[in-house]
Nanobody
């Protein structure tokens, strides 16, 4: 039984910043890559960022490269997403999950999703 609890979302103006957190349980956290995904209204969930088990390698969608930074604290079973220079097109519900890293992206390892955290960027 995987548990994923996202937090840190909110309403910000374009150009602002937010830091999202995800507390994960149900697996040995440090054994797995982790990813952030987002879903905008009327659109499919998409990959945002991923980080390998140790934190030594990170991966980002082209749309967020240079603006977002993923990190993890294995001692706290928590993964973070620092989002800077936010744009209205970043508006979405953001989800975390255990991840399988692909060549230049990642997919969720499990079909279970938490409630996500809403990020709204106004113009």
């Amino acid at each position: 039984q995987v548990q994923l609890v996202e937090s840190g979302g909110g309403l910000v103006q374009a150009g602002g910043s937010l830091r999202l957190s995800c507390a994960a349980s149900g697996r040995t956290f440090s054994n797995y890559a982790m990813g952030w995904f987002r879903q905008a209204p009327g659109k499919a969930r998409e990959f945002v960022a991923a980080i390998n088990w140790s934190g030594g390698s990170t991966y980002y969608a082209d749309s967020v490269k240079g603006r977002f930074t993923i990190s993890r604290d294995n001692a706290k079973n928590t993964v973070y997403l620092q989002m800077n220079s936010l744009k209205p097109e970043d508006t979405a519900v953001y989800y975390c999950n255990f991840a399988k890293i692909l060549s230049d992206s990642a997919r969720n390892l499990y079909d279970y999703w938490g409630q996500g955290t809403q990020v709204t960027v106004s113009s």
